[in-house]
């Protein structure tokens, strides 16, 4: 039954996505790729027989529909969700607009809810099914310039975590996905904006985010061919891990969270402890 299983991967066109498509075909699943532009989903993945390319803006729910209907109408079933599709906008949280906040949000978070709940019926009926949603390091710990990305990661990660713990009873697993810097195509010109508004406080420190987040363009250590072949393992496990960190400096991340929240957490042991009622 593992060769049967039928994987929809969003943003599949390029960077991640790309490589998840791939990994998946070779894997011997039937694959749903979504692009807002299926043209070059096509040409990026190439003929295949268990390939099905499907037009998916993922923040138009009609569009997650309109693919969901044709996965089933093709496969008559959906096995694995990858929720990968997402953008960046950099900037510091003062000078990015609410507009660009809201379309940072509206991608990278509402996208891969609209997604989902296009496909958790199909999911429920079965009784099965497997959501892996990309998520970030931002998801863990905020950064310096990334005050919209990592709203949009917590976002994800506190949405995916409360999901779990209503869909289990259906069958249906969960993933969240916390990569480190993957060499994708997120920091290029395509997926990637900055914030239109300048404040002259911030104008050193701009220059010198702007030339790191640049410069970091292709020169990421995570090589994404090697965590798409983790995920194509992951999903065949019978218990799918709720959380994977990805990549070795995503474990750093993670670890350095860790002891911080227990560090804060024993700062004000005694003071948090002595808030209940008196009896």
Request: proline content about 3%; overall charge negative; hydrophobic content about 40%.
């Amino acid at each position: 039954m593992t060769k049967e299983k039928v994987w929809l991967i969003t943003g599949a066109g390029r960077g991640m996505g790309l490589d998840i498509a791939k990994a998946a075909l070779a894997a011997g699943f039937k694959v749903v790729a979504t692009g807002r532009n299926s043209t070059k989903v096509a040409t990026a993945i190439g003929d295949h027989p268990n390939l099905l390319v499907v037009k998916l803006d993922i923040t138009n729910a009609a569009d997650a529909d309109t693919a969901v209907k044709a996965t089933i109408e093709k496969f008559g079933h959906i096995d694995v969700l990858v929720n990968n599709a997402a953008n960046f906008y950099g900037g510091y949280f003062e000078e990015l607009s609410m507009e660009e906040i809201e379309q940072q949000v509206a991608t990278s978070l509402f996208g891969p809810m609209k997604v989902t709940r296009a496909v958790l019926p199909i999911m429920r009926k079965q009784r099965s099914g497997h959501i892996i949603t990309i998520s970030s390091t931002a998801g863990l710990m905020g950064y310096t310039f990334c005050a919209a990305y990592a709203a949009s990661k917590f976002g994800i990660d506190g949405w995916m975590e409360s999901l779990q713990t209503e869909v289990e009873q259906f069958g249906i697993r969960t993933t969240i996905v916390n990569p480190g810097f993957f060499r994708t195509e997120l920091l290029t010109e395509e997926s990637t904006n900055y914030a239109n508004q300048a404040i002259d406080d911030y104008n050193e420190g701009r220059k010198q985010q702007m030339e790191f987040w640049k410069g970091a363009n292709g020169q990421q250590s995570g090589d994404p061919a090697k965590l798409a072949q983790a995920l194509i393992t992951i999903a065949s496990q019978e218990k799918p891990p709720l959380r994977f960190i990805a990549g070795a400096d995503a474990i750093g991340t993670a670890d350095q969270v860790v002891s911080t929240l227990k560090l804060q957490a024993d700062a004000y042991r005694e003071l948090s402890s002595s808030l209940d009622y008196e009896s």
